[in-house]
T-cell receptor, first 112, second 116 residues
Framework: QKEVEQDPGPLSVPEGAIVSLNCTYSNSAFQYFMWYRQYSRKGPELLMY????GNKEDGRFTAQVDKSSKYISLFIRDSQPSDSATYLCAMSLYNAGNMLTFGGGTRLMVKP | GAVVSQHPSWVICKSGTSVKIECRSLDFQATTMFWYRQFPKQSLMLMAT?????????EQGVEKDKFLINHASLTLSTLTVTSAHPEDSSFYIC????????????FGDGTRLSIL
């Protein structure tokens, strides 16, 4: 069993839909949770970063962390074709900049 | 936001040659840089952790003599793929950790390496 599980998709939605992306993890010691967006042949771009449990909102993006369930989510409102990319969840133990454990990534396609 | 520059973005070379990839933090100092490898439709696989002024720490299964890492300054780390072969063809990505504060890693745009 992988330490961080993420549905690979692809997830196809119409433009304007609300998208829900999720990861589950097994190590309860993880404290820092990140979501990265990766376009084809590009490096990952940091979207959201949260510490411990709770919600964080930034524009159309909302990140949720439920440490009791070992479950994190990223919601994208009013999805756009430009949101089409692979979304990677990542987490670390003692510091946000420490070694990251990645999920496998979910490929999202937003159709106009 | 923090910028990490990776160069070259794409390189094609003959089998047996060595290739150097540079990773620079442009607007912050990075005591630690990470090197990843990514195969198509897969997630990032950590190869090594590079700390400024000291030897890199390699992940299990990564050949340190094959993938030479140097981190000579707070803004530059290099990965040299020595005597590259077709099986070394991949997408290599670096990331950097800001020396100040508790911030997530920032990633470069990757280097696509093709060995003929």
């Amino acid at each position: 069993q992988k330490e961080v599980e993420q549905d690979p998709g692809p997830l196809s939605v119409p433009e304007g839909a609300i998208v829900s992306l999720n990861c589950t993890y097994s190590n309860s010691a993880f404290q820092y949770f990140m979501w990265y967006r990766q376009y084809s042949r590009k490096g990952p771009e940091l979207l959201m970063y949260t510490y411990s449990s709770g919600n964080k909102e930034d524009g159309r993006f909302t990140a949720q962390v439920d440490k009791s369930s070992k479950y994190i989510s990223l919601f994208i409102r009013d999805s756009q074709p430009s949101d089409s990319a692979t979304y990677l969840c990542a987490m670390s133990l003692y510091n946000a900049g420490n070694m990251l454990t990645f999920g496998g990534g979910t490929r999202l396609m937003v159709k106009p | 936001g923090a910028v990490v520059s990776q160069h070259p973005s794409w390189v094609i070379c003959k089998s047996g040659t060595s290739v150097k990839i540079e990773c620079r933090s442009l607007d912050f100092q990075a005591t630690t840089m990470f090197w990843y490898r990514q195969f198509p439709k897969q997630s990032l696989m950590l190869m090594a952790t590079s700390n400024e002024g000291s030897k890199a720490t390699y992940e299990q299964g990564v050949e340190k003599d094959k993938f030479l890492i140097n981190h000579a300054s707070l803004t530059l780390s290099t990965l040299t793929v020595t005597s590259a072969h077709p099986e070394d063809s991949s997408f290599y990505i670096c990331s950097a950790r800001d020396v100040t504060g508790d911030q997530p890693q920032h990633f470069g745009d990757g280097t696509r390496l093709s060995i003929l």
